[in-house]
């Protein structure tokens, strides 16, 4: 018996449930789980919940991640773990998160905007003609990272950032984390 398989079944049914089937998870139910190979020290399994492909794996540290594949290959996946590392050790809040109890230190909703408002309109031209889909104050350094895409089908997704240039990416089915997150690690030096 593959018991990783059924730590991850026995997560997948606790958050999607069991399509009304009754039973208890073991490794080949309620999704059935192919391997798809390793990432970053991650083992993942490929299955589908019956419209989208997605993963799954699971470390005893971590506990079971899952998300979909989103035309992702397993070197993607291993860029995104890369750079959510690497936002994840500079301490990210999120743009619009308040930054109550960090005693001033972090700087407020406003000021955080506006910074990455001044970032996207360098990136794409002073119009302002852009959508932040995600974006990040960076506490270890004082910096930022977005992910903005300009209006009116004028180019790219692109992920901007302090001291940084932008970068384009693609990704258009993954979540704007995950597209964060490939970009950096492709721009990182190794």
Same mark, same amino acid.
């Given at each position: ?11 997948l049914a606790e958050v999607w449930g069991t399509d009304g089937e009754e039973g208890t998870p073991s490794e080949n139910w309620p999704y059935r789980l192919d391997y798809w190979g ?7 399994? !490929?299955?589908?919940? =019956?419209?989208?492909? !997605? #993963?799954? &794996?699971?470390?005893?540290?971590? &506990?079971?991640?899952? =998300? ?9 996946? %291993? ?8 936002? #994840? ?21 406003? +000021? ?5 408002? %001044?970032? %996207?309109? +360098?990136?794409?031209?002073?119009? =302002?003609? #852009?959508?932040?889909?995600?974006? #990040?104050?960076? +506490? ?13 089908? !004028?180019?790219? %997704?692109l992920v901007i950032g302090t001291d940084m240039k932008p970068i384009a990416i693609g990704y258009q089915k993954a979540t704007p984390d995950r597209r964060i997150c490939i970009a ?7």
């Amino acid at each position: 018996m593959d018991k990783v398989k059924a730590v991850i079944n026995v997560s997948l049914a606790e958050v999607w449930g069991t399509d009304g089937e009754e039973g208890t998870p073991s490794e080949n139910w309620p999704y059935r789980l192919d391997y798809w190979g390793m990432a970053k020290g991650w083992k993942l399994y !490929r299955f589908s919940d =019956g419209k989208v492909a !997605r #993963y799954a &794996g699971y470390d005893p540290e971590v &506990g079971v991640i899952s =998300g979909p594949i989103a035309d992702m290959t397993l070197e993607d996946m %291993a860029d995104e773990f890369r750079g959510g590392d690497w936002i #994840y050790q500079r301490g990210p809040i999120e743009l619009d998160e308040e930054a109550a109890g960090k005693n001033g230190a972090v700087p407020s909703r406003e +000021e955080r905007l506006a910074a990455v408002d %001044a970032l %996207a309109c +360098e990136a794409l031209g002073a119009d =302002g003609d #852009y959508a932040v889909l995600r974006g #990040y104050y960076l +506490e270890a350094t004082g910096g930022h990272v977005a992910l903005v895409r300009p209006h009116r089908s !004028r180019g790219e %997704a692109l992920v901007i950032g302090t001291d940084m240039k932008p970068i384009a990416i693609g990704y258009q089915k993954a979540t704007p984390d995950r597209r964060i997150c490939i970009a950096l690690a492709r721009n990182l030096p190794e």
